[in-house]
Protein backbone atom coordinates (compact mmCIF):
# COMPACT_ATOMS: atom_id res chain seq x y z
CA UNK A 1 0.00 0.00 0.00
CA UNK A 2 1.11 3.20 -0.99
CA UNK A 3 0.10 5.33 1.94
CA UNK A 4 2.22 2.89 4.71
CA UNK A 5 -1.16 2.63 6.47
CA UNK A 6 -1.92 -1.34 7.66
CA UNK A 7 -5.41 -2.50 6.74
CA UNK A 8 -7.97 -2.62 9.25
CA UNK A 9 -8.61 -6.27 10.99
CA UNK A 10 -12.10 -7.75 9.70
CA UNK A 11 -12.87 -9.19 13.39
CA UNK A 12 -13.21 -5.11 14.21
CA UNK A 13 -16.56 -4.57 13.39
CA UNK A 14 -20.10 -2.87 14.92
CA UNK A 15 -23.79 -3.42 13.44
CA UNK A 16 -25.94 -0.65 14.33
CA UNK A 17 -29.47 -1.29 13.26
CA UNK A 18 -32.45 1.49 13.99
CA UNK A 19 -34.77 0.45 17.01
CA UNK A 20 -32.51 -2.81 17.72
CA UNK A 21 -30.94 -3.12 20.77
CA UNK A 22 -27.38 -3.87 20.63
CA UNK A 23 -26.64 -7.67 19.69
CA UNK A 24 -23.68 -9.59 19.43
CA UNK A 25 -22.98 -10.33 15.99
CA UNK A 26 -20.38 -12.53 14.88
CA UNK A 27 -20.42 -12.21 11.18
CA UNK A 28 -21.50 -9.79 8.55
CA UNK A 29 -21.02 -10.78 4.56
CA UNK A 30 -22.31 -9.77 1.31
CA UNK A 31 -21.36 -6.35 1.47
CA UNK A 32 -21.55 -5.72 -2.13
CA UNK A 33 -22.92 -3.18 -4.72
CA UNK A 34 -23.22 -4.21 -8.84
CA UNK A 35 -23.22 -1.97 -11.61
CA UNK A 36 -24.91 -3.30 -15.01
CA UNK A 37 -23.17 -2.97 -18.49
CA UNK A 38 -25.58 -2.31 -21.04
CA UNK A 39 -24.19 -2.94 -25.18
CA UNK A 40 -24.74 -0.24 -27.32
CA UNK A 41 -23.77 -0.11 -30.92
CA UNK A 42 -23.18 3.70 -32.33
CA UNK A 43 -24.72 4.44 -35.43
CA UNK A 44 -22.07 3.90 -38.78
CA UNK A 45 -20.03 2.20 -36.40
CA UNK A 46 -21.21 -1.33 -36.41
CA UNK A 47 -18.36 -2.99 -35.59
CA UNK A 48 -17.42 -1.93 -32.02
CA UNK A 49 -19.70 -2.61 -29.34
CA UNK A 50 -19.23 0.40 -26.72
CA UNK A 51 -20.37 -0.02 -22.83
CA UNK A 52 -22.18 2.30 -20.60
CA UNK A 53 -23.58 1.96 -17.45
CA UNK A 54 -27.06 0.58 -16.04
CA UNK A 55 -28.88 -0.23 -13.17
CA UNK A 56 -27.70 -0.06 -9.91
CA UNK A 57 -27.49 -3.44 -7.94
CA UNK A 58 -27.30 -4.12 -3.95
CA UNK A 59 -26.12 -7.48 -2.49
CA UNK A 60 -28.24 -8.84 0.13
CA UNK A 61 -26.54 -8.62 3.51
CA UNK A 62 -26.22 -11.73 5.74
CA UNK A 63 -25.50 -10.88 9.48
CA UNK A 64 -24.51 -14.09 12.03
CA UNK A 65 -25.03 -12.97 15.70
CA UNK A 66 -25.55 -15.37 19.00
CA UNK A 67 -28.69 -16.21 19.92
CA UNK A 68 -30.20 -14.48 23.09
CA UNK A 69 -33.30 -13.77 24.57
CA UNK A 70 -34.02 -10.49 22.76
CA UNK A 71 -36.92 -10.71 20.62
CA UNK A 72 -35.83 -7.55 18.33
CA UNK A 73 -34.28 -9.32 15.34
CA UNK A 74 -37.04 -11.81 15.37
CA UNK A 75 -40.26 -9.19 15.83
CA UNK A 76 -38.78 -7.23 12.93
CA UNK A 77 -39.16 -10.47 10.43
CA UNK A 78 -42.27 -11.29 12.04
CA UNK A 79 -43.45 -8.03 10.90
CA UNK A 80 -42.49 -8.71 7.34
CA UNK A 81 -43.35 -11.48 7.34
CA UNK A 82 -47.09 -10.71 8.33
CA UNK A 83 -47.02 -7.54 5.19
CA UNK A 84 -45.92 -4.66 7.35
CA UNK A 85 -42.58 -3.86 6.37
CA UNK A 86 -40.56 -2.11 8.76
CA UNK A 87 -37.48 -0.46 6.44
CA UNK A 88 -34.52 0.30 8.64
CA UNK A 89 -31.24 1.89 8.74
CA UNK A 90 -27.98 -0.41 8.96
CA UNK A 91 -24.88 0.64 9.92
CA UNK A 92 -21.79 -1.58 9.51
CA UNK A 93 -19.30 0.39 11.63
CA UNK A 94 -15.37 -0.68 10.69
CA UNK A 95 -13.06 0.04 13.80
CA UNK A 96 -9.50 0.83 13.89
CA UNK A 97 -7.28 -1.06 15.66
CA UNK A 98 -7.55 0.21 19.14
CA UNK A 99 -11.03 -1.20 19.01
CA UNK A 100 -13.46 1.79 19.53
CA UNK A 101 -12.65 4.67 16.80
CA UNK A 102 -14.47 4.64 13.94
CA UNK A 103 -12.70 4.54 10.63
CA UNK A 104 -15.45 3.51 7.92
CA UNK A 105 -19.35 3.18 7.72
CA UNK A 106 -21.34 1.27 5.67
CA UNK A 107 -24.83 2.42 5.36
CA UNK A 108 -27.30 0.30 3.99
CA UNK A 109 -30.56 2.41 3.98
CA UNK A 110 -34.11 1.06 4.04
CA UNK A 111 -32.96 -2.11 5.30
CA UNK A 112 -35.56 -5.49 5.61
CA UNK A 113 -35.39 -8.88 6.39
CA UNK A 114 -35.92 -11.00 3.60
CA UNK A 115 -34.66 -14.47 5.36
CA UNK A 116 -33.95 -16.17 8.14
CA UNK A 117 -31.97 -19.11 9.78
CA UNK A 118 -31.97 -20.48 13.20
CA UNK A 119 -29.17 -21.73 14.77
CA UNK A 120 -27.93 -25.55 14.33
CA UNK A 121 -28.88 -27.40 17.79
CA UNK A 122 -26.25 -30.48 18.35
CA UNK A 123 -26.63 -31.82 21.89
CA UNK A 124 -22.55 -32.44 22.13
CA UNK A 125 -21.86 -29.51 20.38
CA UNK A 126 -19.91 -26.80 23.13
CA UNK A 127 -20.42 -23.87 20.33
CA UNK A 128 -22.36 -20.62 21.04
CA UNK A 129 -25.45 -20.88 19.08
CA UNK A 130 -25.71 -18.87 15.49
CA UNK A 131 -28.79 -17.36 13.89
CA UNK A 132 -28.76 -15.71 10.26
CA UNK A 133 -30.48 -12.80 8.47
CA UNK A 134 -30.14 -12.11 5.86
CA UNK A 135 -30.83 -8.13 4.49
CA UNK A 136 -32.22 -6.43 1.52
CA UNK A 137 -31.33 -2.55 1.16
CA UNK A 138 -32.57 -0.21 -1.52
CA UNK A 139 -29.10 1.87 -1.37
CA UNK A 140 -25.83 1.76 -0.06
CA UNK A 141 -23.19 4.20 0.82
CA UNK A 142 -19.71 4.74 2.28
CA UNK A 143 -19.06 6.72 4.96
Not at 6 to 23: K, M, S, T, W
Not at 68 to 73: G, I, N, P, V
Not at 127 to 134: C, D, G, N, S, Y
Request: proline share 3%; charged share 20%.
Amino acid sequence: MASGMDPYGAFNFLLLIDGVAEGHFTECTGLGMRIEAIDYREAGNYQAVRRIPGRVEYSDVVLRYGLTDSLDLWNWLRSVAQGVVQRKNVSVVMLASDGATEAIRWNLLNAWPAEWRGAPLRALSQEVAIEQMRLVCDEMNRA
